[in-house]
Nanobody
Framework: VQLQASGGGLVQPGGSLRLSCSAS????????ITWFRQAPGRAREFVSA????????SYADTVKGRFGISRDNAENTVYLQMNSLKPEDTAVYYC?????????????????WGQGTLVTVSS
């Protein structure tokens, strides 16, 4: 199982970025895919999750209304569209996978992780 997160970078406050999580080595549409983030000196936290079908999504309160998660099962890829970015969104963003359809928010529920991509929101 391999997950690879990409798309991070430096963006000004109010700007947008789209992260991608590309997967291989497993039956992608049997898995929930979840984004977490970890800011310097802070614990890793849940950001957003999407069910295997893409019909059910969930978001942390801190990103609700600004971030959108989607998936393309034909391309084995999940996207995280991040709009109206704030300095407090600065973090390393990780995607994780778990078989099934439950949107767990705890990191210990996810056996598979990507390497992370850094998002920096700064003027």
């Amino acid at each position: 199982v391999q997950l690879q997160a990409s798309g991070g970078g430096l963006v000004q406050p109010g700007g947008s970025l789209r992260l991608s999580c590309s997967a291989s080595g497993f039956t992608f549409d049997d898995y929930v895919i979840t984004w977490f983030r970890q800011a310097p000196g802070r614990a890793r936290e849940f950001v957003s999750a999407i069910s295997w079908s893409g019909r059910r999504t969930s978001y942390a309160d801190t990103v609700k209304g600004r971030f959108g998660i989607s998936r393309d099962n034909a391309e084995n890829t999940v996207y995280l569209q991040m709009n109206s970015l704030k300095p407090e969104d600065t973090a390393v963003y990780y995607c994780a996978a778990r078989e099934g359809n439950i949107h767990y928010t705890a990191i210990d529920k996810y056996p598979y992780w990507g390497q992370g991509t850094l998002v920096t929101v700064s003027s």
